[in-house]
């Protein structure tokens, strides 16, 4: 009942990992869009083009956060699971829970370093790619629809993994 259990939580993370990274990439592509169109920085008064501001590009919402965790964090660790059964049929439970929040530490440490990391590339180039015209500002939006794309397709990708290996594929 527990792994069937775990089945169903891992299918559902990881449709909600697809399912983030096909919303990315609709606000990504409708960001291109914009740029395409013209509505993006459009100003009557001006005949050329402007790149936004560090400011505007870096814009994000704890809602947007939150949905990116709540997606990552939706499926339960299988080896914490293990941990935690092995050690309570072994009577030291404890063991099994100190055991777990050090994993989840170092989950929470590599995860925050790669945001860090990310985030840290995306200034950078935000900031190099500010006053250098509409093609740095075209590679940019670019970039981050390779991203999103990214995380739809790995999404995709776990599923797909997934279901193959519970039979349900």
């Not at 299918?11 to 740029?35: C, E, V």
């Not at 390779?146 to 349900?168: E, I, K, N």
């Amino acid at each position: 009942m527990m792994t069937s259990a775990v089945d169903w939580i891992e299918t559902l993370s990881y449709a909600g990992i697809a399912t983030f990274g096909f919303w990315l990439l609709l606000r990504k592509l409708a960001g291109l869009r914009a740029l395409w169109t013209g509505e993006a920085n459009r100003l009557a008064s001006h005949d050329h083009f402007h790149i936004p501001g560090p400011d505007a590009v870096m814009r994000w919402s704890m809602r947007d956060a939150a949905a990116a965790v709540f997606a990552a964090g939706l499926r339960p660790c299988s080896g914490a699971i293990l941990i935690l059964v092995f050690t309570l049929s072994q009577g030291v439970f404890w063991a099994g829970i100190v055991a777990v929040a050090a994993m989840s530490a170092g989950t929470a440490l590599t995860t925050a370093g790669v945001a860090v990391i990310a985030v840290f590339f995306k200034r950078t180039a935000v900031r190099l790619a500010s006053g250098r015209g509409s093609g740095a500002l075209w590679l940019v939006r670019g970039l981050e629809v390779l991203a999103a794309l990214a995380v739809m397709l790995l999404g995709l990708a776990l599923l797909s993994g997934h279901w193959a290996s519970v039979g349900g594929a």
